[in-house]
């Protein structure tokens, strides 16, 4: 269960006790953790054909996912045939879900990835994908300037899983501590059990009310966009789910829907193992001394109680990532009915209930922007039915 120790990014708030905050990467929470046992299905003629001159490309894109995989065959690009289905007998433990979440839980994003395009995720999780680019790179950094407006960075010596668990959750306390006492807390982490699924994610801020009869506190995601325009409504829907998923899962914890002994057993932790001296001496100077990962659990879950529900109203915010200006934001109300069935269906797709569904035609323009777009059956058709018109059905939307 312990690993070689490791250095954890924490950071602490100037007004409030030092408690580490960590930022807590998506990356770190999706890490790959088992192998690939993708199942060899011949295609058509025409769209095998074409994998094998790919080959090569999607291999060089996934060198560095594949070296992660200790002990793994080497998936090949010719494996896309009947990516997503499962024999009925071997369904749960050849799900997604299992095979690529295992370790760190479901996260936000996977959630809005799927809603995206399913197959677009899949490819993902079977074949890895591009590094981030500039414009990925200073979204990242605009949203490390603003969480430091509010707090400050530390280092933390960890020395097992149960110890960078505790420390995730310590940081979530010391998040809603901050908000309780400055009105604004950001990057706030966030685990939460959902439709019997475990999910994490990191709210990029959240405000309390100005109006002091309304406790409520109102959660907003903040977008940057390298074109000072508005997205279109396929994105602004895309960011919407993931708001509405970070309320669900605050109203999940707010009502104490936090089942302990199935999140020791989810993600293989030990409730009694012994914290690091570090984690004990930082939690007994905050205020809530723990020894345990129980202990940090039990603070978790009574802090997160303690809570109102999330504002039924949401907010994105868009800046202009040149001179992150305001571009625009949009105020939405959450929808309960919405919100279930996409969580359904897409939670149908990581459990490996279905086929990986392709992006509704009218959609199609999103293969544009997709590494996998070469490859991907929605986008083969014959020669002779090829034409001009194709090529207006992936034009850049507006």
Not at 9 to 15: F, H, I, Q, S, V
Not at 47 to 64: D, E, G, K, P, Y
Not at 78 to 89: A, C, I, Q, S, W
Not at 295 to 318: F, G, K
């Amino acid at each position: 269960m312990s690993e070689s120790p490791a250095d954890s990014t924490l950071g602490t708030k100037n007004a409030i006790p030092e408690i580490p905050i960590e930022i807590v990467s998506e990356e770190e929470m999706a890490l790959i953790d088992a192998a690939l046992a993708a199942t060899r299905c011949s295609l058509l003629s025409s769209v095998s054909s074409h994998f094998h001159r790919n080959a090569r490309s999607i291999q060089s894109i996934t060198l560095v996912s594949k070296r992660r995989l200790l002990g793994c065959n080497r998936p090949d690009i010719e494996d896309f045939g009947n990516l997503g289905m499962t024999h009925k007998k071997n369904k749960v433990a050849e799900s997604y879900l299992e095979r690529f979440r295992k370790k760190g839980g479901l996260c936000a994003t996977d959630i809005t990835g799927a809603e995206w395009c399913e197959k677009q995720m899949e490819f993902t999780l079977l074949f890895g994908k591009k590094g981030a680019n500039k414009w990925m790179k200073v979204g990242r950094a605009r949203h490390e300037e603003l969480e430091k407006e509010v707090t400050r960075k530390v280092k933390l010596r960890v020395k097992s899983i149960e110890d960078k668990w505790a420390v995730k959750l310590i940081n979530s306390i010391n998040g809603t501590n901050q908000l309780f006492f400055e009105g604004v807390t950001r990057e706030l982490p966030i685990l939460s059990f959902i439709e019997g699924v475990w999910v994490v994610g990191v709210i990029d801020e959240i405000q309390m009310p100005l109006n002091e009869t309304d406790r409520n506190p109102i959660l907003v995601d903040i977008k940057t966009r390298v074109r000072d325009t508005l997205p279109d409504e396929a994105q602004r829907r895309n960011g919407r789910l993931q708001l509405m998923c970070y309320k669900y899962m605050w109203d999940n914890l707010a009502a104490d829907n936090f089942p302990s002994t199935q999140f020791y057993d989810f993600f293989s932790l030990d409730r009694d193992y012994v914290l690091s001296e570090d984690i004990i001496e930082i939690t007994a100077n905050a205020g809530f001394p723990a020894k345990t990962l129980d202990d940090i659990v039990r603070y978790y879950r009574h802090t997160w109680n303690m809570l109102p529900p999330a504002h039924n109203e949401l907010l994105l915010r868009y800046e202009f990532q040149k001179d992150q200006s305001l571009i625009g934001e949009e105020e939405f109300v959450y929808d309960y009915t919405w919100f279930k069935s996409r969580i359904q269906g897409c939670l149908e797709f990581w459990k490996g209930e279905r086929e990986a569904n392709f992006t509704p035609v009218e959609e199609r323009w999103k293969c544009r922007y997709c590494q996998f777009s070469s490859v991907c059956p929605a986008n083969f058709k014959p020669e002779s039915t090829r034409s001009s018109s194709q090529a207006d059905s992936y034009s850049t939307p507006s």
